[in-house]
Each structure stands twice: as structure tokens, then as C-alpha cells.
């Protein structure tokens, strides 16, 4: 141990590790005490540690803030918005820490007799909407699919019994599921196909409200360029960037949840994407063509700006230019990446810090978020209170210009078919331009009339549009809306099927129970179909 800056009275207390009678502190903070009043220069040991502290602190503070985020359906919460303060040296040390309430092998309740409160207001909430699915009692509603539970049900069925809410409770999953233990017991075979995710369920839900830190919320910063991320799966994305190990699945699964939404859309635009245009690799030749800019066109065939080969992937990663911080680095730099999402709800909502690791995949990049959507801001007024709309604001956006130096985030609470009449947002650009659609709904009985204005004017721009599905069966329904409305008028530049990087936990309707789905489980991508311009030359008399 090296003394040269180390009082004589300090190397005897640790030498001796003798324990202080006027005080209850250990020998090892009373030295850190000691040596920081007496053995630093003036000012600096406290300035040191108040650094320290605070980046210790705003790093804990933002894991509680992550682990809060995600509500009791296991969905991104509406209603408890994050606040997230750009300077961590401003944000004071806190007072007390949080108590461990469940301990890891202590997470399973019954959701009535959970020792969350807001868990058994869950369960008061699910009694009180969702209905049995038992065979014997009558439709509530239309099948969505065949896969459905309402329908195994008969709609006409003479001896069939009235809807009940649930009330049972199964002792495997926690959760009321039957509307008695005898329709529990005669359609058990049934139940046991989701018996195990429920559970699941009811451990992760229990375990974002134990009280326990999350590491798994702890985000790694921008690394050097060489270093290439492998997107192959989740582990090899986040062991090339050099994410904090995580070790148990609870974990993995919890951490994904929130990471999903800019992992799933870097995974698509990066030049290492395991979407390519080899066999199984589902990229079609449209979309390469779309995305890395290569034409299989030659010859006779003359391309129009509107047609021309649109390299997105080409601008998110440039060619180096030479650009240094002095004077003669200076180098004039490209226009934002505009990633139009649409329809956005939950993905609004994420911390910033979430974003963020999306510019960290793209080098000498600039992105500009553009949320747009009726419920883009629904119950963040107090985080965000929304403008006024003026002649210089007439959609009332709401911009957040000091997310980083890479991204800006802008937040319209508006329909996007408004947004495009009123040309807001033209030109629209391929090389630069992108539409991410997170769980639209396109095709769901509910939704799918919110969208016919607006499918014909995003194919309009030529724009990628990428979308993500809670389920398969969600996904092909929208594929099938979509080619039913559209048919003739659109490329699909990305086969539909599982995304790699979906969220690995599963969430619950709470006004169906046996509804189950998973964030973004499937992605595809289509664009306005392109027509190829040739000139022949015409015959002269």
C-alpha cells in the first residue's frame, strides 16, 4: 500500500484496525471519513465525493424509474410518467434507501392475497370484467380467431349457461381464471396450456414490486466504433455491448421488456441485421434495395428520384469524411434520421435513457423520434403540460431538443392522416425517412377504421414502414388488412414472422385472462410499390 499521501495517524488505524468507542461506523468508513477530511487537498474530497455519489445515485434512481414504469399488466404504464433530469450532479443524494419487501424466492401470491396493494386491486379489477371461459357458458362476444376461447362457446346453444365473471382462483397461476372450482377442475386440460405463463406472470409482477435494485435497468454508454455489435439473439446483443451481465431469466426478462422498441428497430436498419436476403433471412430483394441501396436494374432501365435505389442503410452508416474538432475538421453534416412513430402509446413513455440506446448502434448519426398519435401524451400532462397551438405551433408539438447531441424527440397528439394533409412534414426523403408502427392493430375490428385514411398516404411517400405484432395471429391479420385494402399498390420488403428481438415477458389482458401476448413478437415491413420507368426509342418516318 503506497503512504505518500497518507497520514501517520491513518496507516495506525489501519494497521491496527481498531474500532472507534465514540462511534457506531465501521473501521472502513471511518478511514474513508478520516482520510477524506484530513488527507485530501482542501475541497477536493468533497467535490469527489459528491460526484460519486450523485452518479451513483442518478444511475439507482433511474433503475427504480425504469422498474416503476412497467405496470401491473406488465405493459408500459400510462399513468406514472417518468421525469428524468438532465444533469445527474443536480439531483440531491437520497435520504433513505428502499426496503426489500419480497425476497427472490418469495414471489409467488395469489393475486387477491398479494402483499401489493395495487396487485389485488388488479385482481378486483379482473373479477369484476373477465368472464369464464368454460365451453358451457354463452358468448360474450365474436371470436377474434380460431384460437380464441369464446370460440369453443355456443352463441344459440339451448342449455348453455349465462356469462359469469371469474372468481376462482387457480393454486398454480395465481390468478382468477373460472368463475368456479368446478369449471376450473372439468376444463383443467384446457387451462394448463397457459398455466405456466400466468405464473410467470404473477412472479414478475410480484418481483417489480419487491423493492429489490434493478441492475438490469443500468444502460451502458456509447462505445468506440470498431467494436461491432453481434444482433444475432439478445444475449450476443448485449454481451458486444457490454451490457451488465445478467444471470437469471426474471431479469432478462424484465430488461428486454423496455428494450425491445429500439432494439427491434436498430435490428432491421443496422448493416449487421440478421434480416438479410439469404434463405430463411426474410429480407426480400425490394427491401435490400430498400435498405443497403443495392438495384438489380441495368441496362435500359433508367430510374426516376422517386424510384431510385433508397440506401437507408447507406446514411446510417456514412462513409468517414475526415471530420475532427479543429479547424480543419469542419465538415458539413447530413440531416437527422426522421423515424416517424406512429400510433404511439406505450413507447412514448419510455425513459429517454431506453432511446437513447439506439443512437449507440449508429455512428455519426443524428435521429430525430417523432411520436405521433391521439395518446402519444395521455396522462403525462404533469410531465410534460401540452402547448398551446399557435401560428408557429400549429399541432401544438412538444420537442425535446436536449435528449443527447444525437437524438431529438418530437411528440404530436395528433392523427397522422391531419399531420400529412397539411404537408407538416413534407418532403419525405427514403435515404432519410422511416415509419415504425408498434402493435397498430391495423387489422383489428376496433382499430382497422382509424387506419384506412392512413395506409394510402403512407404508401404515398415511398417510405419504409416497418410493424410489429403482439402475437402471429395478431401480426397475420394485419398482413392480411393490409394486402385486402392495398392489393397491387405495395412492396413487402420483409417477410412477417418472429422478431429476434421481442420482449421476452409475456403480458395479460386484464379483461381476458386467457389473453396473452408478447411486445413486438413479430415485425415485418412493407413500402408503396415502385414502378420501374424504361424509354424505348421511338421510330422515326
Known sequence: ??????????????????????????????????????????????????????????????????????????????????????????????????????????????????????????????????????????????????????????????????????????????????????????????HLEICDTLREINGDDHDLRSGRFFPEFEYPGPQMEEALVNMTSWDTFLYTREFTAINEDRSMRQATRLLTYPVTLGSVLHELSPYNIRKGGRLTPEGLKSLSGESKFSGSSISSPTNAPQALRYTLHPPRSGAGLDIKGLRPNPPPVRIFILGARAESSLPREVWVQLTHLFHRVAFHLIFIGPESMANRDHEFPLPERTPANPFGAIVEDRISHQMKISTFVEYYHTLHKAGHFHPYDPYFDCFMLFHPGLGHPASSHEWEETLPQLLETKVPILVTGYTEWDMQRDVKWVEEKMAGELDILMEPGENRFRSLRWDLNDLDPQDISCGNWGIWAFRGKRYETTHKDSETE
Open 1 to 190: 500500500m503506497s503512504t505518500k499521501y497518507t497520514c501517520q495517524r491513518c496507516l495506525n488505524l489501519l494497521r491496527s484496525g481498531s474500532k472507534s468507542r465514540s462511534s457506531a461506523e465501521g473501521p472502513a468508513r471511518i478511514l474513508r471519513r478520516r482520510l477524506s477530511a484530513k488527507c485530501a487537498p482542501p475541497g477536493k474530497a468533497l467535490q469527489d465525493q459528491t460526484k460519486t455519489q450523485s452518479a451513483s445515485y442518478a444511475r439507482r434512481s433511474f433503475a427504480k424509474q425504469a422498474s416503476t414504469l412497467l405496470d401491473t399488466h406488465g405493459r408500459i404504464a400510462k399513468d406514472e410518467p417518468v421525469e428524468i433530469s438532465s444533469s445527474a450532479a443536480s439531483t440531491p443524494p437520497p435520504k433513505a434507501t428502499s426496503r426489500v419487501l419480497l425476497q427472490p424466492n418469495n414471489l409467488f401470491h395469489p393475486f387477491s392475497q398479494s402483499p401489493s396493494p395495487e396487485i389485488r386491486r388488479r385482481a378486483a379489477f379482473i373479477k369484476q370484467h373477465a368472464y369464464c371461459p368454460h365451453p358451457n357458458h354463452q358468448q360474450t362476444r365474436l371470436p377474434i380467431g380460431p384460437d380464441d376461447p369464446e370460440a369453443r362457446k355456443s352463441a344459440v346453444r339451448l342449455n348453455s349457461e349465462p356469462p359469469v365473471q371469474v372468481d376462482f382462483e387457480c393454486p398454480d397461476c395465481g390468478l382468477p381464471v373460472y368463475c368456479s372450482e368446478e369449471h376450473w377442475a372439468d376444463d383443467y386440460e384446457s
